[in-house]
């Protein structure tokens, strides 16, 4: 597609079970962001692919998220026995090398969890 | 505190009104300034990009960066309906892939809702 996909677009859960969010980047586009973004708080950093360089996973919340990336591409967000504070919508968003910088944007995962 | 500051509001204005945004920062490493727009139940998308101080123009926006006051500033002019969705401002300390350093953190505002009624 066009643009960055995100998959699921809405996510029901209950407290303590695992969730995988998953985020399909602009072809071509070597750096892959993860973002979290809850009511009334804006966007707020969890972690940041460059290329084959080592991810800078400083704004992971704690040790029960988790990011890969396969290939270059396609990323995964697990986060595992999920708790209702992360209840939130997750954005992933996408840059090319070399570029203005701009960051492009899926319409985000939306996480509830009960 | 935060990093970077930015009024939530919400803010409502009559069709045709300039609206100011406004955001401030306390990290003077930042070099590099954003403005996003997010309509509701979507991402956020590019608006403005400024590198350190000055003003930009781009039809009836106008971004403003005072790094000497950590503030910057988006002016709309003759604001439409269209307008109404989400602000964020966002910054960096160098260019978005610099290297694959984390200079690729871009740091948001909360967000300004703003409502441009007809």
């Known amino acids: 597609g066009a643009g960055v996909s995100q998959s699921p677009s809405n996510k029901v859960t209950e407290k303590g079970k695992d969730v995988e969010l998953r985020c399909d980047p602009i072809s071509g586009h070597t750096a892959l962001y993860w973002y979290r ?13 460059q290329g084959n360089s080592a991810p800078d996973k400083s704004g992971l919340p704690s040790d029960r998220f988790s990011a890969e990336r396969t290939g270059g591409s396609v990323s995964t967000l697990t986060i595992q026995r999920t708790q209702q504070e992360d209840s939130a919508v997750y954005l992933c ?11 492009f944007f899926g319409e985000g995962s939306r996480l509830t969890v009960l | 505190q935060k990093e970077v500051e930015q009024d939530p509001g919400p803010l409502s204005v009559p069709e045709g009104a300039i609206v100011s945004l406004n955001c401030t920062y306390s990290n003077s490493a930042f070099q590099y300034f954003m403005w996003y727009r997010q309509y509701s139940r979507k991402g956020p998308e590019l608006l403005m990009y400024t590198y350190s101080s000055g003003n930009k123009e781009d039809g009836r926006f106008t971004a403003q960066v005072d790094k000497s006051s950590k ?19 966002a910054m960096s300390a160098g260019p978005i892939n610099a290297g694959g350093t984390s200079y690729g953190k871009l740091t948001f505002g909360q967000g300004t809702i703003l409502t441009v009624h007809p």
């Open chain 1, 37 to 49: 973004q809850s009511l009334g708080q804006g966007l707020e950093f969890l972690i940041y692919f």
């Open chain 1, 93 to 103: 968003a996408s840059s090319s090398d070399g570029g203005s910088g701009e960051l």
């Open chain 2, 71 to 89: 503030y910057i500033s988006l002016f709309i002019r003759d604001s439409q309906p269209s307008d109404s969705a989400t602000y964020l401002c």
